[in-house]
């Protein structure tokens, strides 16, 4: 219920009209337009707004970044993982090219060794390459590439670049079969190197020899190298055999127990030379005056009978 003479105040309080308002903004936006635009006046409100808003735009940025960035690493990891295949499948690859030319470069190595030892030797030879092992487990026996066919003949010598392996005994058309050193069926003459003794080398069948009948003073010492002494006809002289490992001198028994293992490769190499009959070396330079005055000499002794 009004007063009379008084208005009830209004419900809302609306102030300017609004085209007032509109028409003060605008006229305010135009100025500071033209203010900034010609003396720069509001420079110094930009920064302060900047600097103030930097945080809160950082904030704001700070999903899209990390967004952006679990999706590079994603693909980075995504290409890592291929690439890793791509070097994997590579290295398997060409795995076996570099285990085959390890292989070839040990080969090429023995095979020289083995050209060396031929040089050395004054006999003929020819180069073979152990198969595989017989499948007597009490033997030691090896099969070699080489047979009949290419020369070979029962009772050669077998050796590689370091000296003797053994001897063939058996030999078919492709193939021949070679008794290892280490056989219980084998033996050998051997020499001490040092000394000049003779002895026998006999096979103990695992992987060692035994140094038989020699007496228990025998002149033999551990280290000693025992070499062939020929006298068998089927091994050069002066071929290194085996190393005298262990000696036992009991005085009850007449002989000595001599264990050697052998210099060679034995149960080791892949290659051997098999050799046959000597050669004859051609005569030095000093003996071939020598060997021409020989007839001269023969036919004064003649002359000198008649």
């Not at 100025?31 to 720069?40: G, K, P, Q, S, T």
């Not at 070097?87 to 040990?106: I, S």
């Not at 090896?142 to 005994?169: F, L, N």
């Not at 280290?223 to 062939?228: A, F, N, R, S």
């Amino acid at each position: 219920m009004s007063v009379v003479g008084h208005a009830p105040p209004p419900f809302f309080k609306r102030g300017p009209a609004p085209l007032v308002r509109l028409a003060f903004f605008v006229t305010l936006s135009l100025v500071l337009l033209v203010a900034d635009l010609r003396f720069h006046t509001l420079e110094w409100a930009r920064l302060a707004v900047a600097t103030a808003a930097w945080p809160l735009q950082r904030l704001t940025g700070m999903p899209i970044d990390a967004a952006g960035d679990f999706g590079a690493y994603l693909s980075r990891q995504t290409s890592l993982l291929r690439e890793n295949e791509e070097l994997r499948r590579r290295q398997l690859g060409t795995a076996n090219l570099l285990l085959r030319q390890e292989h070839l470069e040990q080969e090429n190595k023995r095979m020289r060794a083995l050209l060396d030892m031929r040089t050395r030797q004054p006999v003929e030879g020819r180069i073979a390459e152990i198969l595989y092992a017989a499948r007597d487990p009490f033997s030691r026996r090896v099969v070699i590439d080489k047979g009949s066919q290419h020369g070979i003949a029962a009772g050669q010598a077998v050796v590689d670049d370091i000296g003797v392996i053994g001897q063939v005994t058996r030999v078919f058309p492709l193939t021949s079969e070679v008794l290892l050193l280490t056989d219980k069926d084998q033996a050998i003459p051997v020499a001490v190197q040092r000394n000049g003794l003779r002895a026998v080398l006999a096979g103990a069948g695992s992987g060692t020899m035994e140094l038989r009948f020699l007496a228990a003073n025998a002149e033999v010492q551990v280290g000693d190298i025992l070499v062939t002494s020929g006298l068998d006809g089927v091994y050069l002289p002066g071929l290194p055999v085996a190393r005298v490992a262990r000696i036992d001198r009991d005085s009850s028994h007449s002989f000595a127990r001599i264990t050697c293992v052998p210099l060679a490769g034995v149960e080791r190499h892949g290659l051997a030379l098999v050799l046959g009959s000597r050669t004859e070396l051609p005569p030095r330079p000093d003996e071939a005056p020598a060997m021409l005055d020989q007839p001269s000499r023969g036919k004064r002794v003649k002359q000198k009978i008649r």
